[in-house]
């Protein structure tokens, strides 16, 4: 049963995708040509299914435009590491790696969960892909159509649970990886095999658009279900993991001022045992293969599928695939998103450091050596590191008597900081400017003043010190920051100027809805003035700001669907 017409002219990326030869392309000719710093053609697309995207600084393009050179391209990596588990030794590889060889020097922490490198130029792209080969990483489908790095919830302290919910986030991204031996070819010299590629789950063209996989422990959400394709929910018996609920269609990005894209909330198909959770990823997957739209990318990711030909029959055709009924969803609550900052103790007696890391950039800063803190808790530490899907680097798995050693590292590096407010704990933004070349307005780099803004507002009412707002802030309406699930949500529009969407919820189940269009910083911290003076005297008890926006009329709720976003 194909669900797309067939009738219609297809993308351009899908004429990309099969000429490719299985993601080859003429890739290893352009790593070859010194005349240019980039990827040409076909080639620029393909490396995204590679890990990587071209990028140029921006800041400096207009100048280099105006001196007739080319801008200075470099690429920006995204590693795969399923649930962002990380040891210290591949951390101190990828940190020397990332001082030697990148054009900022610093490590980003990003909100799917891993670590990437920006700026490495054209003569250094295969150094990076095999150094990271020889510490065990790869960047392997982490971009591009095909399912990406999967999130798995950093929960430290219900040790045992985690660690099967975490296995479970590496066997389901191993078995939707591509097939093709394209990557080693290219990247780590791999013998050419006289062979045929095949892609049994991704097909001869690969998905219609990103896919994105979760698997989510109750009651946190950090990993934001809403914002992905396929979720997987974990449900305990006795802090045993006997199965998951599956929830699908979840997705962030839309387009300015196209009514035929928007955000929308994953729908729950069900409950399935543990030992089908493969064949239900691989029928979700392969469905909206075969169904998605090939024709219109705007169109095409799996939330899109869902609403055109029915929530019923996509499941009932994933049902049909993976030869299970789903069974009626087991009891859940999603409670909260963000990271336990500072140590908490595990069931197992073992200790763990979140650490906040502002934006998830990691470099030394003037007073506040993050980078190199980190490196030298890595000299040390025993455990592991889990990267989280906010941006923030957990410790884990400290002993009792290290616990003194790895704080005191910590505390003189910057990297542990008793005053950093609820508020800033809970705001986040993508990169946008410099590098990302999407961008239409600033976030990494217009957050930190920002957050301190909206602490004096707050501060200016009268909140309480552990009160907050769930803020975040993306440079375009492609959703990386998730915006979308926010209690006020910035989504950039032009530079200095954003559209602003509040009536998100603490627990992130709830879209936030538009409330203001194309405004400026300085209009933007007026209008959370007065809304926040309202909140503070008009809320109930207990009441969270986006809940409150909905009940005070200030915004209608967004239930599940495009009408109710843009009506």
């Given at each position: 049963?194909?669900?797309?017409?067939?009738?219609?002219?297809?993308?351009?990326?899908?004429?990309?995708?099969?000429?490719?030869?299985?993601?080859?392309?003429?890739?290893?000719?352009?790593l070859?040509?010194?005349?240019?710093?980039?990827?040409?053609?076909?080639?620029?697309?393909?490396?995204?299914?590679?890990?990587?995207y071209?990028?140029?600084?921006?800041?400096?393009?207009?100048?280099?435009?105006?001196?007739?050179?080319?801008?200075?391209?470099?690429?920006?990596?995204r590693?795969?590491?399923?649930?962002?588990?990380?040891?210290?030794?591949q951390?101190?590889?990828?940190?020397?790696?990332a001082?030697?060889?990148?054009?900022?020097?610093?490590?980003?922490?990003?909100?799917?969960?891993?670590?990437?490198?920006?700026?490495?130029?054209?003569?250094?792209?295969?150094?990076?892909?095999?150094?990271?080969?020889?510490?065990?990483?790869?960047?392997?489908?982490?971009?591009?159509?095909?399912n990406?790095?999967?999130?798995?919830?950093?929960?430290?302290?219900?040790?045992?649970?985690?660690?099967?919910?975490?296995?479970?986030?590496k066997?389901?991204?191993?078995?939707l990886?591509?097939?093709?031996?394209?990557?080693?070819?290219?990247?780590?010299d791999g013998?050419?095999?006289?062979?045929?590629?095949?892609?049994?789950?991704?097909?001869?063209?690969?998905?219609?658009?990103?896919?994105?996989?979760?698997?989510?422990?109750?009651?946190?959400?950090?990993?934001?279900?809403?914002?992905?394709?396929?979720?997987?929910?974990?449900?305990?018996?006795?802090g045993?993991?006997?199965?998951?609920?599956?929830?699908?269609?979840?997705?962030?990005?839309?387009?300015h001022?196209?009514?035929?894209?928007?955000p929308?909330?994953?729908?729950?198909?069900?409950?399935?045992?543990?030992?089908?959770?493969?064949?239900?990823?691989?029928?979700?997957?392969?469905?909206?293969?075969?169904?998605?739209?090939?024709?219109?990318?705007?169109?095409?990711?799996?939330?899109?599928?869902?609403?055109?030909?029915?929530?019923?029959?996509?499941?009932a055709?994933?049902?049909?695939?993976?030869?299970?009924?789903?069974?009626a969803?087991?009891?859940?609550?999603?409670?909260?998103?963000?990271?336990?900052?500072g140590?908490?103790?595990?069931?197992?007696g073992?200790?763990?450091?979140?650490?906040?890391?502002?934006?998830?950039?990691?470099?030394?800063?003037?007073?506040?050596?993050?980078?190199?803190?980190?490196?030298?808790?890595?000299?040390?530490?025993?455990?592991?590191f889990?990267?989280?899907?906010?941006?923030?680097?957990?410790?884990?798995?400290?002993?009792?008597?290290?616990?003194?050693?790895?704080?005191?590292?910590?505390?003189?590096?910057?990297?542990?900081?008793?005053?950093?407010?609820?508020?800033?704990?809970?705001?986040?933004?993508?990169?946008?400017?410099?590098?990302?070349?999407?961008?239409?307005?600033e976030?990494?780099?217009?957050?930190?003043?920002?957050?301190t803004?909206?602490?004096?507002?707050?501060?200016?009412?009268q909140?309480?010190?552990?009160?907050?707002i769930?803020?975040?802030?993306?440079?375009?309406?492609?959703?990386?920051?998730?915006?979308?699930?926010?209690?006020?949500?910035?989504?950039?529009?032009?530079?200095?100027?954003?559209?602003?969407?509040?009536?998100?919820?603490?627990?992130?189940?709830?879209?936030?809805?538009?409330?203001?269009?194309?405004?400026?910083?300085?209009?933007?911290?007026?209008?959370?003035?007065?809304?926040?003076?309202?909140?503070?005297?008009?809320?109930?008890?207990?009441?969270?700001?986006?809940?409150?926006?909905?009940?005070?009329?200030?915004?209608?709720?967004?239930?599940?669907?495009?009408?109710?976003?843009?009506?």
């Amino acid at each position: 049963m194909d669900k797309t017409d067939k009738a219609l002219k297809l993308s351009d990326n899908e004429r990309l995708k099969r000429e490719s030869n299985f993601l080859r392309g003429t890739i290893a000719k352009d790593l070859d040509d010194r005349i240019t710093g980039g990827f040409t053609a076909d080639n620029f697309q393909l490396i995204r299914f590679h890990g990587m995207y071209q990028q140029d600084d921006r800041d400096f393009r207009a100048e280099r435009i105006k001196q007739k050179l080319e801008p200075l391209h470099n690429v920006m990596l995204r590693a795969r590491m399923p649930g962002g588990v990380i040891t210290p030794k591949q951390w101190l590889a990828i940190d020397k790696f990332a001082e030697e060889y990148t054009s900022y020097g610093s490590l980003r922490l990003t909100t799917r969960q891993t670590f990437q490198f920006h700026g490495v130029l054209k003569p250094n792209i295969k150094l990076m892909h095999q150094t990271l080969n020889k510490i065990g990483i790869d960047s392997i489908a982490t971009a591009g159509d095909v399912n990406r790095n999967v999130l798995c919830t950093t929960n430290p302290v219900e040790s045992e649970l985690h660690q099967e919910a975490y296995e479970w986030a590496k066997r389901i991204s191993e078995h939707l990886l591509p097939k093709t031996r394209t990557y080693a070819e290219i990247w780590l010299d791999g013998e050419r095999l006289e062979t045929t590629d095949e892609e049994p789950i991704l097909g001869s063209t690969y998905l219609p658009r990103k896919f994105k996989t979760t698997v989510v422990i109750p009651p946190q959400n950090d990993v934001d279900v809403h914002a992905n394709d396929l979720n997987f929910i974990a449900i305990a018996e006795q802090g045993k993991l006997v199965g998951f609920n599956v929830l699908v269609g979840g997705g962030l990005a839309m387009t300015h001022g196209d009514t035929s894209t928007y955000p929308r909330r994953a729908d729950d198909f069900g409950f399935i045992p543990l030992e089908k959770t493969l064949e239900i990823a691989a029928a979700v997957v392969t469905t909206q293969r075969d169904w998605g739209n090939r024709s219109n990318r705007k169109n095409a990711k799996t939330k899109y599928t869902l609403d055109r030909v029915g929530v019923d029959v996509f499941k009932a055709e994933v049902e049909s695939r993976a030869g299970i009924q789903f069974e009626a969803s087991r009891p859940y609550e999603l409670t909260e998103r963000g990271d336990r900052i500072g140590w908490v103790e595990g069931i197992d007696g073992k200790h763990h450091l979140a650490l906040f890391i502002e934006n998830g950039r990691l470099l030394d800063f003037p007073g506040k050596p993050l980078k190199t803190g980190m490196a030298e808790i890595a000299k040390v530490h025993t455990g592991d590191f889990r990267m989280t899907a906010n941006q923030n680097l957990i410790v884990a798995g400290v002993a009792i008597e290290n616990k003194e050693q790895i704080e005191q590292i910590a505390r003189a590096h910057g990297l542990m900081d008793d005053g950093v407010t609820e508020q800033r704990k809970n705001s986040m933004a993508c990169v946008a400017f410099p590098t990302c070349p999407l961008a239409m307005a600033e976030a990494e780099r217009m957050l930190p003043k920002f957050v301190t803004d909206v602490e004096a507002i707050l501060n200016k009412h009268q909140l309480p010190e552990e009160e907050s707002i769930i803020l975040r802030v993306t440079g375009c309406p492609n959703g990386c920051g998730r915006s979308m699930l926010a209690e006020i949500g910035l989504v950039g529009k032009a530079p200095g100027r954003y559209n602003v969407h509040l009536g998100g919820n603490r627990s992130g189940t709830r879209v936030p809805k538009m409330y203001k269009e194309n405004i400026t910083e300085a209009q933007i911290l007026a209008e959370i003035d007065g809304l926040v003076g309202r909140w503070a005297t008009e809320r109930q008890e207990g009441e969270g700001f986006g809940d409150f926006t909905i009940r005070a009329n200030i915004v209608a709720e967004v239930i599940i669907s495009s009408r109710d976003f843009y009506a």
